[in-house]
T-cell receptor
Framework: AQKITQTQPGMFVQEKEAVTLDCTYD???????LFWYKQPSSGEMIFLIY??????QNATEGRYSLNFQKARKSANLVISASQLGDSAMYFC?????????????FGSGTRLLVRP | DAGVIQSPRHEVTEMGQEVTLRCKPI?????LFWYRQTMMRGLELLIY????????DSGMPEDRFSAKMPNASFSTLKIQPSEPRDSAVYFC????????????FGPGTRLTVT
C-alpha cells in the first residue's frame, strides 16, 4: 500500500520569503510519480509540479521546486519569493500503480498563509 | 481551451432524493476520474474510467453510488438515495491517459444533503 504524509497542518510565511512544505511517502513500487497540487479558497485543484522517481534532477516550475530525497522518501515543495496569492491548501500526492490501476493518493494537506 | 466542466456547481437536496453530477472532460483526454473531498477523509478517488471503461471503482462507498461514461465527452456520478453523509465536494478530473503525469481538475460540485 502507498501513503502520503504531510505533517504540517498549517504554515505561516512572510511575503517574499521562501517556504518549504514537507511531504514523505511510502511505496513498494520501484517506479512512481510524486505531485503537488494547490487548492485556493475558491476550491479548484491546480497542478503545480511533478517528480518522477527516476528523474536525476529535482523538478522546478517557476517559483516552485521539489526537493526530492529518494533515500529518505521525501518530496518537499519549496516556494521561493512567496506572494499573497500563494495562500492556499497544498496537497502532496503519489501515483499509485497497483493491479493495472492508476490513481492519485493524496496527503491530508498543508494550509499556507502568506503574511504581508 | 475549455478545461474540465462540471455541473452543477452547487447542489442542495433533501435526504432520499436522487442526485446526478455531470462532467465533461478535456477533449482528447482518455481518462476520467471522480474524487470526493471531505474534512474527515480528505481527497479520495471514487472511480476512474479509461477509454470510457471503468477501471477501478474500489473507492465507491456503496451501492447508492454509480457512475457512467457513455462516451468520451461525458460522465455522470449518481447518488440514489442521497444521505446527509454524502455532503462533500465532488471533483471530476481528466488526463491524457491513465498513467499521465498530470490530472486536470474541474471546479467541483459542492453537494449538501439535508
Amino acid at each position: 500500500a502507498q501513503k502520503i504524509t504531510q505533517t504540517q497542518p498549517g504554515m505561516f510565511v512572510q511575503e517574499k520569503e521562501a517556504v518549504t512544505l514537507d511531504c514523505t511517502y511510502d511505496t513498494s513500487d520501484p517506479s512512481y510519480g510524486l505531485f503537488w497540487y494547490k487548492q485556493p479558497s475558491s476550491g479548484e485543484m491546480i497542478f503545480l509540479i511533478y517528480q518522477g522517481s527516476y528523474d536525476q534532477q529535482n523538478a522546478t516550475e517557476g517559483r516552485y521546486s521539489l526537493n526530492f530525497q529518494k533515500a529518505r522518501k521525501s518530496a518537499n515543495l519549496v516556494i521561493s519569493a512567496s506572494q499573497l496569492g500563494d495562500s492556499a491548501m497544498y496537497f502532496c500526492a503519489i501515483l499509485d500503480r497497483m493491479d493495472s490501476s492508476y490513481k492519485l493518493i493524496f496527503g491530508s494537506g498543508t494550509r499556507l498563509l502568506v503574511r504581508p | 481551451d475549455a478545461g474540465v466542466i462540471q455541473s452543477p456547481r452547487h447542489e442542495v437536496t433533501e435526504m432520499g432524493q436522487e442526485v446526478t453530477l455531470r462532467c465533461k472532460p478535456i477533449s482528447g483526454h482518455n481518462s476520467l476520474f471522480w474524487y470526493r473531498q471531505t474534512m474527515m477523509r480528505g481527497l479520495e478517488l471514487l472511480i476512474y474510467f479509461n477509454n470510457n471503461v471503468p477501471i477501478d471503482d474500489s473507492g465507491m462507498p456503496e451501492d447508492r453510488f454509480s457512475a457512467k461514461m457513455p462516451n468520451a465527452s461525458f460522465s455522470t456520478l449518481k447518488i440514489q438515495p442521497s444521505e446527509p453523509r454524502d455532503s462533500a465536494v465532488y471533483f471530476c478530473a481528466s488526463s491524457l491517459h491513465q498513467g499521465a503525469y498530470e490530472q486536470y481538475f474541474g471546479p467541483g460540485t459542492r453537494l449538501t444533503v439535508t
